[in-house]
């Protein structure tokens, strides 16, 4: 039997092994995200009368794919068989995680804000190879979303293992306000996947 899964981007080796023991189970995994930084970390930009500002964020999730087989246990118990990735199978699938808030002075430019209201956002984002060919797009347009939030957009295709360096371009618009934009760069590599997987199914 096969199950197609999705598993953490950045797992070591050493932390990926035990994990595979039995089915593998889904996992949204890391992301490399702009800009770089924590929770709250954001772009951001004011309007020219300096009284509403926007603030956004990409989250990148590559979404490692592979699919399990059946093997059997280790010499001594045959019959005690267990589900291990199969190196063959491993693919990426990216999702694209946006977040925003925007934020109105009430009585002094650049003072005294508040994140209130309702508000249209439209989310964009190309992943690009290096001979800058389009891999994947995807284009939301949100309506009616609070003033502070997040929203994650799935790419819809597969992108082969190994295919070089990418770059992922990203905007965030709120008509009025204005719209921001960022870059960041992804390496398509699956060694340390399937190097792990290669180690795992040796186990014995």
């Known amino acids: 039997m096969k199950r197609t ?3 953490a981007l950045a797992l070591t080796a050493a932390a990926l092994a035990p994990a595979l023991g039995g089915p593998a189970t889904a996992a949204d995994g890391t992301y490399l995200q702009d800009p770089a930084g924590g929770e709250k ?6 309007t020219k009368d300096e009284m509403h500002k926007l603030e956004g964020q990409l989250r990148f999730y590559p979404g ?5 087989v059946t093997r059997p246990g280790p010499a001594g118990a045959p019959d005690y068989q267990r589900q291990t990735a199969d190196p063959k199978s491993l693919a990426w699938q990216p999702s694209f995680d946006f ?3 925007v934020s109105n002075s009430k009585l002094v430019k650049k003072a005294v804000t508040a994140k209130d209201g309702r508000h249209p956002i439209v989310l964009h984002a190309v992943l690009r190879s290096a ?3 389009k891999a ?3 284009r939301q347009e949100l309506a009616d979303r609070p003033a502070a939030g997040r929203a994650k957009v799935p790419g819809g295709k597969r992108i082969a293992c190994d295919t070089g360096e990418y770059t992922v371009e990203w905007s965030l618009t709120r008509s009025g306000y ?3 934009t960022g ?3 992804w390496d398509s590599s699956c060694e340390q996947y399937r190097t792990a997987f290669s180690q795992e199914n040796g186990r014995v």
Do not use: F, N, P
């Open 178 to 180: 204005g719209t921001l």
């Open 99 to 101: 977040g925003w808030a």
């Open 41 to 46: 970390a954001m772009k951001s930009q004011w």
């Open 5 to 7: 899964c999705i598993a």
């Open 64 to 68: 490692i794919r592979y699919k399990t």
């Open 183 to 185: 870059t960041l760069s």
């Open 131 to 133: 001979d800058h060919a």
């Open 136 to 138: 994947v797009e995807v």
